[in-house]
C-alpha cells in the first residue's frame, strides 16, 4: 500500500510540475482551464520566465476585472477566443471619491514585448467623467484585432518614448479618447466618435520625433454627432499625423484645435496626407497643420517611426 500512496504523490507532484512549465495556459469563467480569472493567469508568469513568451488563452465570456500586468511581466500573449464575446470589463470613473483619471483604467498594461489578439476592453461607467479602457505603459507592445470600449479617454498611450501598434482595432470614445505621450501606429483601424468633441489629445514630448500615425484608418461617427475635431494638443509640442484613412463630413473644416492657447500653434506637429472622404478637404485647415508632400510622406514608415534603437518590427512579430 504504501508503494501505491508513494507511486500517487509522485505522479501528483509531476503533474503539477507540468503545469508549472508550460509556456501556453487556458483561462475560462467556466472553470474548465487553468484558471477563473485573467489576473490569476497574469499573476502566474515569473520575471524572465524560463518558459520564454507565454500565452495566455482566454475562453468567450465577461471578465469582470481591474486588471494589472506589473513591469516585470513580459513577453506574454494574451489572446482571446472571439473578439466580441471575450470581454474585460470595469466601470470606474473620475468621479468615483475624487480618484481622478489615471486610476480609473480597466487594465494596466505595464511590462514590455506583450501581445493582445482578439480581445474587447471596456471600460462602461456612465458618462460621467473620464474613464479609461486602457491604460498603457509598456514599450513594443501590440494590439491585433482589438476592442476598446468607453466614452472620455478610453486609450491612454501613458509612457514618454514607449511604442506601440494598434493593427485591425475598433477605438470608440466621446472627448480625447486617444490621449498621452507614448508614440502610437493605428494600422487599419475604426476610429468611432461617439459625441461631438476631439479625437486625439497627444502630448508627445518635445524630443520625441513622433506621435500618432494613423494609416488607413476609418473614422466613424454615431448619428447625433454633426461636428469632430481630429485632436487638440494636450501639451505644447503633440504629434499627429492622418494618413490614407476615410474621414466623414464631419470633421470641421478646420479639422484641429489649439485647446484655447495661441501658443500651442507655435509647436505642434500636427499633419495630414491622401486622406478621402467628405472631411478631408484641406482648404480650410488651420495655418499652423501641415499637408504632406509625397517626398515627406515617405519619412513615415513603421520601421522609421517605431523601430528605434532595437529596430522593433511588430509587422514581422505577428506573421
Known amino acids: 500500500m504504501k508503494y501505491i500512496f508513494s507511486f500517487v504523490i509522485l505522479f501528483s507532484f509531476l503533474l503539477g510540475l507540468s503545469a508549472q512549465e508550460k509556456n501556453e495556459v487556458v483561462v475560462d469563467r467556466n472553470g474548465t482551464g487553468d484558471f477563473r480569472n485573467i489576473q ?3 499573476n502566474s508568469v515569473r520575471t524572465a520566465d524560463p518558459r520564454g513568451q507565454i500565452t495566455i488563452r482566454i475562453k468567450k465570456g465577461v471578465y469582470k476585472e481591474k486588471l494589472i500586468l506589473p513591469p516585470h511581466v513580459t513577453n506574454v500573449r494574451l489572446v482571446g477566443e472571439d473578439r466580441d464575446h471575450t470581454i474585460i470589463n470595469y466601470d470606474d470613473h473620475a468621479n468615483i471619491n475624487k480618484m481622478g483619471t489615471f486610476k480609473t483604467y480597466t487594465f494596466l498594461l505595464s511590462g514590455n514585448d506583450i501581445i493582445l489578439e482578439n480581445l474587447t476592453v471596456e471600460n462602461s461607467a456612465e458618462p460621467l467623467g473620464q474613464a479609461v479602457a486602457i491604460h498603457i505603459e509598456g514599450d513594443r507592445v501590440i494590439f491585433r484585432n482589438c476592442k476598446f470600449l468607453g466614452n472620455q479617454d478610453t486609450v491612454y498611450v501613458g509612457r514618454d518614448g514607449a511604442r506601440q501598434y494598434f493593427e485591425n482595432c475598433y477605438i470608440e470614445g466621446t472627448t480625447d479618447f486617444i490621449f498621452g505621450p507614448s508614440t502610437a501606429w493605428f494600422e487599419g483601424c475604426t476610429i468611432h466618435c461617439k459625441k461631438d468633441s476631439y479625437i486625439t489629445a497627444a502630448n508627445t514630448p518635445q524630443n520625441i ?15 447625433e454627432v454633426k461636428a469632430m475635431y481630429l485632436g ?8 499627429a499625423l492622418f494618413m490614407n484613412c476615410s474621414l466623414p463630413q464631419e470633421i470641421l473644416p478646420a479639422g484641429w484645435d489649439n485647446w484655447k492657447n495661441p501658443d500651442n500653434e507655435k509647436t505642434v506637429r500636427y499633419m495630414e496626407y491622401n486622406n478621402t472622404g467628405k472631411g478631408a478637404d484641406t482648404s480650410q485647415r488651420v495655418k499652423w497643420s501641415q499637408i504632406l508632400t509625397a517626398g515627406q510622406i515617405k ?21
Open 232 to 239: 487638440r494638443p494636450w501639451r505644447a509640442y503633440a504629434m
Open 209 to 223: 520625433k513622433y506621435g500618432y500615425i494613423f494609416n488607413n484608418c476609418q473614422i466613424t461617427v454615431s448619428d
Open 40 to 42: 490569476e493567469a497574469i
Open 299 to 319: 519619412e513615415y514608415t513603421v520601421a522609421n517611426v517605431l523601430g528605434g534603437c532595437d529596430n522593433w518590427n511588430p509587422k514581422a512579430l505577428l506573421k
